[in-house]
């Protein structure tokens, strides 16, 4: 078993180690393998760096390293116990302090020396586990230098089995006397047989080995794992356990992606592909061993040792999906070789890997084009200045001629989709890709393995976050996620949060995980990316003391990496328009009722739209016409079924439609006017809502989305505003001069009576002229039955020619407009992949 991370982080982690060894080792017998301390060994390779560079600091740095160490022995065993352990935990950073003089005095720090200081990490940690372990059952401090061979090369040594397996096999036949059943390491368990009526533990050091003449070497960071799969291999055990702070494989990193959930089984081909590709909880190396011998591996958190775990082995459980895991890799460097000197020319690829190779270069990932023309391959950034050199050296003749181009991508993270159900299964490259492309993530390159278990493509790091998430929820979760930044939060916006507050139950029911992560008005915002209780949003939002910024609030929110969030624009202001490009440019989709947008000059309007598609955005605004009125959507369902309406008449002013279903000629006009203010119905200005402007605006958007090409300039309207009254301050002053009309009203009433009709005002779009004005309707006529506030607009298309289409409600109020906008949330939802 392998104990390592945060689970030997301190002493009290330490003496939670030691009672699951002792617990074990009262089963079967255990060898126990462990790490340095938590962060120890990034601390000894910063003093290392300090000691070359002639920076005295990496004595105090030394000195918090020797402490943290004396401290934990201290709380282990008490200042006046443990005097042998002592001793040797003094001579070992005794020797740790000669190596880092040494490295001072010589400035200088080869590998060799890193390998040495960094050994002293798990020396260390492995003597004090052994010495408490010991308190309670005999235990023995190994150090693995003595049974593991490596090569010279060092920080990343590779292990010489043939000369490993007989040194490990010999030493603990020395400790354990030989039986008719090997040692072995069962699952759930880490005890191993008694040695000559003993119950010795061995506790052995992670991570570091030795050449064959005896110098440190290391196996690569978090070797741990390895060195326990290498022992374990060895000995021929049942089970490798490797203890950990996690509770086991996940499907995702859930830092990242906080619905990832734990794997019970993976096969060894999965394991190894996720730790491949960034999985940190396993060492990539550590599984070839442990195939080998097809011995499973058990990955346990030692914070909770009742939680199952992950196991690995040579197959996998039945699975219903396709993926079982995606993993990623951070800096990485996309190199690409193109050329047409390379079209056809055999021994390309050859000389390219060949110069990689013997520049001892990883290539992580390899695309290339099937013309032959690019060749594509990602490295390390660490190794992408030895990647360059080596190729310009190799093709410095194709370079020179530009025949060839060597070009470099940086600041890449490759994603990789992980499953055994993947092999044979169609779509699930498809869905990947779609998955990226609809939400606006670019790929850089693209591989897919030989067995199908992985899909890999290489994408701009910081979209990694988001691209993991919508990955993860595309293959693991029929949940759609959304989050809201809620901007004006007057009639509407307050109904719509109260709306999203009440019917969040049901949300979720349909699994539709909906978060308001932002409200804000023309002053103020408020932001958690958690979600904001719904319940008490306006205290929130008075006691924030973040100012409203509408930039500041797309960057500061596209900085969350969320996988799907959307602007809901609830005001009617312009200037939050004009933010638009920056929302969607942090790849925000809009819902909203500010009809401001959709009326923009047409040159605007279509580089919004344009920005729109380019990015992949969706845009809603149902409630821009009739509120909740299904207007916007039927006249779409018309269009894309081949039925486009070729004249759309409409009741689409709320106040005027109240105005006029009111109007008998028994009151003057003017007079009905000053009730509907006084109720509510109108604006405060009333000349806005007889000047028919929003009539003009919502005509414009109809056209607009029937395919005419118009400005606003080009909608006729008939103002019942005289010239003579639309300037200036509203003032009440404006009633008794309005009424000087009266008269003029009631005759064009009184006339439309006398043929036995009635007056609406509305707004008419057919073909490419649009205008609106008051007319006159026969009794039988949809715009005549119409009470109240209603709206009530009229389709005549070639399928609806005798009897047109008829949508009629309510369409004005903070209620179902708020209504209007909830159903494009929903819509936006159902569209998310």
Same mark, same amino acid.
């Given at each position: 078993?392998?104990?390592?991370?945060?689970?030997?982080?301190?002493?009290?982690?330490?003496?939670?180690?030691?009672?699951?060894?002792?617990?074990?080792?009262?089963?079967?017998?255990?060898? &126990?393998?462990?790490?340095?301390?938590?962060?120890?060994?990034?601390?000894?390779?910063?003093?290392?760096? %300090?000691? =070359?560079?002639?920076?005295?600091?990496?004595?105090?740095?030394?000195?918090?390293?020797?402490?943290?160490?004396?401290?934990?022995?201290?709380?282990?065993?008490?200042?006046?116990?443990?005097?042998?352990?002592?001793?040797?935990?003094?001579?070992?950073?005794?020797?740790?302090?000669?190596?880092?003089?040494?490295?001072?005095?010589?400035?200088?720090?080869?590998?060799?020396?890193?390998?040495?200081?960094?050994?002293?990490?798990?020396?260390?940690?492995?003597?004090?586990?052994?010495?408490?372990?010991?308190?309670?059952?005999?235990?023995?401090?190994?150090?693995? %230098?003595?049974?593991?061979?490596?090569?010279?090369?060092?920080?990343?040594?590779?292990?010489?089995?043939?000369?490993?397996?007989?040194?490990?096999?010999?030493?603990?036949?020395?400790?354990?006397?030989?039986?008719?059943?090997?040692?072995?390491?069962?699952?759930?368990?880490?005890?191993?047989?008694?040695?000559?009526?003993?119950?010795?533990?061995?506790?052995?050091?992670?991570?570091?080995?030795?050449?064959?003449?005896?110098?440190?070497?290391?196996?690569?960071?978090?070797?741990?794992?390895?060195?326990?799969?290498?022992?374990?291999?060895?000995?021929?055990?049942?089970?490798?356990?490797?203890?950990?702070?996690?509770?086991?494989?996940?499907?995702?990193?859930?830092?990242?992606? $906080?619905?990832?959930?734990?794997?019970?089984?993976?096969?060894?081909?999965?394991?190894? =592909?996720?730790?491949?590709?960034?999985?940190?909880?396993?060492?990539?190396?550590?599984?070839? $061993?442990?195939?080998?011998?097809?011995?499973?591996?058990?990955?346990?958190?030692?914070?909770?040792?009742?939680?199952?775990?992950?196991?690995?082995?040579?197959?996998?459980?039945?699975?219903?999906?396709?993926?079982?895991?995606?993993?990623?890799?951070?800096?990485?460097?996309?190199?690409?070789?193109?050329?047409?000197?390379?079209?056809?020319?055999?021994?390309?690829?050859?000389?390219?890997?060949?110069?990689?190779?013997?520049?001892?270069?990883?290539?992580?990932?390899?695309?290339?084009?099937?013309?032959?023309?690019?060749?594509?391959?990602?490295?390390?950034?660490?190794?992408?200045?030895?990647?360059?050199?080596?190729?310009?050296?190799?093709?410095?003749? =194709?370079?020179?001629?530009?025949?060839?181009?060597?070009?470099?991508?940086?600041?890449?993270?490759?994603?990789?989709?992980?499953?055994?159900?993947?092999?044979?299964? $169609?779509?699930?490259?498809?869905?990947?890709?779609?998955?990226?492309?609809?939400?606006?993530?670019?790929?850089?390159?693209?591989?897919?393995?030989?067995?199908?278990?992985?899909?890999?493509?290489?994408?701009?790091?910081?979209?990694?976050?988001?691209?993991?998430?919508?990955?993860?929820?595309?293959?693991?979760?029929?949940?759609?996620?959304?989050?809201?930044?809620?901007?004006? &939060?007057?009639?509407?916006?307050?109904?719509?949060?109260?709306?999203?507050?009440?019917?969040?139950?049901?949300?979720?029911?349909?699994?539709?995980?909906?978060?308001?992560?932002?409200?804000?008005?023309?002053?103020?915002?408020?932001?958690?990316?958690?979600?904001?209780?719904?319940?008490?949003?306006?205290?929130?939002?008075?006691?924030?003391?973040?100012?409203?910024?509408?930039?500041?609030?797309?960057?500061?929110?596209?900085?969350?990496?969320?996988?799907?969030?959307?602007?809901?624009?609830?005001?009617?202001?312009?200037?939050?328009?004009?933010?638009?490009?920056?929302?969607?440019?942090?790849?925000?989709?809009?819902?909203?009722?500010?009809?401001?947008?959709?009326?923009?000059?047409?040159?605007?309007?279509?580089?919004?739209?344009?920005?729109?598609?380019?990015?992949?955005?969706?845009?809603?605004?149902?409630?821009?016409?009739?509120?909740?009125?299904?207007?916007?959507?039927?006249?779409?369902?018309?269009?894309?079924?081949?039925?486009?309406?070729?004249?759309?008449?409409?009741?689409?002013?709320?106040?005027?439609?109240?105005?006029?279903?009111?109007?008998?000629?028994?009151?003057?006009?003017?007079?009905?006017?000053?009730?509907?203010?006084?109720?509510?119905?109108?604006? $405060?200005?009333?000349?806005?809502?007889?000047?028919?402007?929003?009539?003009?605006?919502?005509?414009?958007?109809?056209?607009?989305?029937?395919?005419?090409?118009?400005?606003?300039?080009?909608?006729?309207?008939?103002?019942?505003?005289?010239?003579?009254?639309?300037?200036?301050?509203?003032?009440?002053?404006?009633?008794?001069?309005?009424?000087?009309?009266?008269?003029?009203?009631?005759? %064009?009433?009184?006339?439309?009576?006398?043929?036995?009709?009635?007056?609406?005002?509305?707004?008419?779009?057919?073909?490419?002229?649009?205008?609106?004005?008051?007319?006159?309707?026969?009794?039988?006529?949809?715009?005549?039955?119409?009470?109240?506030?209603?709206?009530?607009?009229?389709?005549?298309?070639? %399928?609806?020619?005798?009897?047109?289409?008829?949508?009629?409600?309510?369409?004005?109020?903070?209620?179902?407009?708020?209504?209007?906008?909830?159903?494009?949330?929903?819509?936006?939802?159902?569209?998310?992949?």
């Amino acid at each position: 078993m392998k104990f390592g991370g945060s689970s030997v982080a301190n002493p009290q982690c330490l003496k939670e180690v030691a009672g699951i060894v002792l617990r074990e080792a009262r089963k079967e017998p255990v060898v &126990v393998v462990v790490s340095a301390f938590q962060g120890i060994t990034n601390q000894l390779l910063d003093c290392a760096h %300090r000691a =070359e560079a002639g920076d005295e600091s990496y004595l105090e740095l030394y000195d918090q390293i020797a402490e943290r160490h004396r401290a934990a022995l201290d709380e282990l065993h008490g200042r006046k116990s443990g005097d042998d352990v002592r001793k040797q935990l003094e001579q070992l950073l005794s020797e740790l302090h000669d190596a880092l003089h040494g490295i001072r005095l010589l400035r200088h720090s080869a590998p060799r020396a890193m390998d040495l200081v960094a050994s002293f990490g798990e020396r260390l940690s492995a003597l004090t586990l052994a010495s408490l372990i010991n308190r309670s059952q005999k235990s023995v401090y190994v150090d693995a %230098r003595d049974l593991i061979v490596t090569d010279d090369q060092f920080t990343n040594a590779a292990v010489n089995f043939e000369l490993s397996k007989p040194k490990i096999k010999k030493y603990f036949e020395s400790l354990y006397r030989t039986s008719s059943r090997s040692p072995t390491v069962k699952e759930g368990s880490s005890r191993k047989k008694k040695a000559h009526g003993t119950d010795c533990i061995a506790v052995v050091t992670g991570f570091i080995g030795a050449t064959e003449d005896g110098r440190t070497t290391t196996i690569g960071r978090n070797g741990s794992d390895y060195s326990a799969a290498i022992i374990g291999a060895a000995l021929d055990v049942d089970v490798i356990e490797i203890w950990t702070d996690v509770v086991g494989v996940m499907s995702a990193d859930p830092r990242a992606v $906080p619905s990832a959930f734990v794997l019970p089984k993976l096969s060894y081909e999965e394991a190894m =592909e996720l730790s491949y590709f960034g999985a940190s909880v396993l060492h990539s190396a550590a599984i070839a $061993p442990a195939v080998a011998k097809s011995i499973p591996i058990l990955i346990k958190n030692a914070r909770d040792p009742s939680a199952p775990g992950t196991r690995i082995s040579k197959t996998s459980d039945s699975w219903e999906g396709a993926a079982k895991g995606i993993s990623s890799i951070d800096d990485i460097m996309l190199l690409t070789l193109r050329g047409l000197s390379m079209v056809g020319v055999p021994g390309t690829a050859q000389r390219l890997f060949g110069a990689l190779a013997a520049s001892r270069v990883n290539v992580i990932l390899i695309s290339q084009a099937s013309s032959e023309h690019t060749i594509c391959f990602a490295v390390s950034s660490y190794d992408a200045a030895r990647a360059r050199k080596a190729l310009m050296h190799e093709f410095r003749y =194709e370079l020179h001629g530009k025949l060839t181009t060597l070009d470099e991508r940086s600041d890449q993270t490759i994603v990789a989709v992980v499953g055994e159900g993947m092999r044979g299964t $169609p779509g699930v490259s498809g869905k990947v890709f779609q998955t990226l492309g609809r939400n606006n993530i670019n790929i850089s390159a693209i591989a897919q393995g030989a067995s199908e278990r992985n899909i890999s493509c290489v994408i701009d790091s910081a979209e990694k976050t988001r691209a993991l998430n919508l990955i993860h929820n595309a293959f693991f979760s029929n949940r759609r996620e959304l989050a809201l930044v809620v901007i004006g &939060v007057g009639n509407v916006g307050g109904e719509l949060l109260n709306q999203l507050h009440t019917q969040n139950q049901v949300l979720l029911d349909r699994d539709f995980d909906v978060r308001v992560i932002a409200v804000g008005n023309s002053r103020k915002i408020v932001i958690n990316k958690e979600g904001i209780d719904l319940a008490r949003w306006r205290d929130a939002l008075d006691s924030s003391g973040l100012q409203m910024d509408l930039k500041g609030l797309a960057r500061q929110t596209a900085e969350l990496k969320l996988p799907n969030v959307a602007l809901v624009d609830c005001t009617a202001s312009s200037t939050v328009v004009d933010a638009y490009a920056d929302f969607i440019n942090a790849n925000f989709h809009i819902v909203t009722p500010n009809k401001l947008a959709n009326v923009l000059p047409w040159r605007r309007y279509t580089a919004l739209m344009s920005l729109l598609k380019q990015k992949h955005r969706q845009f809603y605004f149902e409630a821009d016409v009739a509120a909740g009125l299904p207007v916007i959507s039927t006249l779409k369902d018309l269009i894309v079924t081949g039925d486009a309406p070729h004249k759309i008449e409409g009741i689409l002013s709320g106040t005027l439609s109240f105005i006029f279903n009111q109007y008998d000629g028994a009151r003057p006009f003017s007079e009905l006017l000053r009730e509907a203010q006084q109720l509510g119905y109108t604006e $405060p200005d009333p000349r806005e809502d007889l000047s028919a402007a929003d009539v003009a605006r919502k005509l414009l958007i109809l056209a607009r989305e029937n395919g005419v090409q118009m400005d606003l300039k080009d909608v006729q309207v008939e103002s019942l505003v005289p010239a003579s009254l639309r300037k200036g301050t509203f003032s009440e002053i404006f009633y008794s001069q309005l009424a000087r009309l009266d008269e003029r009203m009631l005759r %064009r009433y009184q006339a439309a009576r006398t043929k036995q009709k009635v007056l609406r005002y509305v707004g008419t779009l057919e073909g490419t002229e649009a205008k609106a004005e008051l007319q006159e309707f026969a009794l039988d006529h949809p715009f005549a039955s119409t009470r109240g506030s209603e709206s009530v607009l009229v389709f005549t298309t070639r %399928r609806y020619s005798k009897h047109p289409l008829v949508v009629k409600g309510l369409g004005a109020g903070a209620e179902v407009t708020a209504m209007g906008v909830f159903s494009d949330i929903l819509k936006l939802l159902n569209s998310l992949s």
